[in-house]
């Protein structure tokens, strides 16, 4: 009885075959997924027109977040956890064309850092989604506002007052919807963030930061209004903060709140005292994932 002898180049071959077969596997998979998403989008086209709507939203940033933790908390090995999400934003986006029109403006400012954005915008959001950089951001919030189907990619607050279009309510049902980087390595913590607009829900994921303006009739410190925050029976710190005459407060102060609110929590509207003029709801975003290293 002869044992034959397995050549590197055999064993090779044979571990290529196997690569092949998960491909075909994967392959599979994703086209039954594809089959699922379009009937999930037929019956939420039927549900839209039984409700007088001509259309609905696809773009659903709470699910995606819930999906890519759910993901997260069951990864393990080599493969960077960065790679395997850009790998499935690329899926979730090519879902969400497939049940209806998507598109993404974005706008960074000038040089670099505009190219810079524009580089996050497409990781998240898919090689072929249609895309469009801006120099000025209120471009982004004007066209997101006109258009169900897009999105805009804007700076953190911090870096300009694209927000107070939010804030004086002229924008219709937009709201921040999402953050970016949706994953976050402690050794790059300097790295770029910016804020998702859209016309979806700001929906709860269980581990959310919301965020509000107030109007206010006259200059608080932060000791203040942390005070007005915390007798309404919130937490919170203010982020960023501006001018303007809206016939009800000249001060309007950006506010995180490191939980998801609804807009009728009982808890905005006791927050709405002297000196508080208005406050309103700007929406929020899932948390990211925090890691110290990623496939290191």
């Not at 190219?115 to 209120?138: C, K, Q, V």
């Not at 915390?230 to 102060?253: K, P, Q, T």
């Amino acid at each position: 009885m002869t044992t034959e002898t397995i050549t590197p180049e055999q064993a090779l071959a044979d571990i290529r075959k196997e690569i092949d077969a998960i491909d075909d596997a994967l392959q599979d998979l994703l086209l039954k997924r594809t089959e699922l998403v379009a009937g999930v989008a037929a019956a939420k086209a039927r549900e839209a027109s039984a409700a007088g709507e001509r259309s609905f939203v696809a773009f659903r940033p709470a699910r995606e977040a819930q999906v890519l933790r759910r993901l997260a908390a069951r990864h393990q090995g080599r493969l960077p956890l960065r790679v395997l999400v850009r790998i499935w934003r690329e899926i979730m986006v090519a879902m969400t064309r497939i049940q209806g029109p998507f598109r993404v403006d974005v706008s960074g400012g000038r040089g670099m850092d505009a190219i810079r954005f524009w580089d996050l915008a497409r990781n998240y959001y898919g090689s072929t989604t249609p895309m469009e950089l801006h120099e000025e951001p209120r471009e982004v919030v004007r066209r997101v506002g006109s258009d169900r189907a897009a999105i805009g990619i804007l700076p953190e607050p911090t870096a300009g007052n694209w927000w107070m279009a939010l804030a004086s309510g002229s924008t219709g049902n937009v709201r921040i919807v999402a953050r970016l980087p949706f994953v976050e390595v402690e050794k790059e913590d300097g790295s770029l963030r910016a804020l998702v607009l859209g016309h979806s829900e700001f929906e709860k994921t269980g581990d959310d930061t919301s965020l509000i303006a107030l109007s206010v009739s006259e200059s608080l410190s932060d000791a203040r209004v942390s005070s007005l925050l915390r007798a309404a029976g919130l937490e919170g710190r203010r982020i960023a903060s501006a001018r303007f005459d809206n016939g009800a407060g000249a001060h309007v102060y950006l506010m995180e709140v490191p939980h998801h609110l609804a807009e009728d929590d009982e808890r905005l509207a006791a927050l709405a005292v002297a000196p508080v003029a208005e406050v309103r709801l700007l929406g929020g975003y899932a948390n990211p994932l925090r890691l110290q290293r990623d496939g290191e």
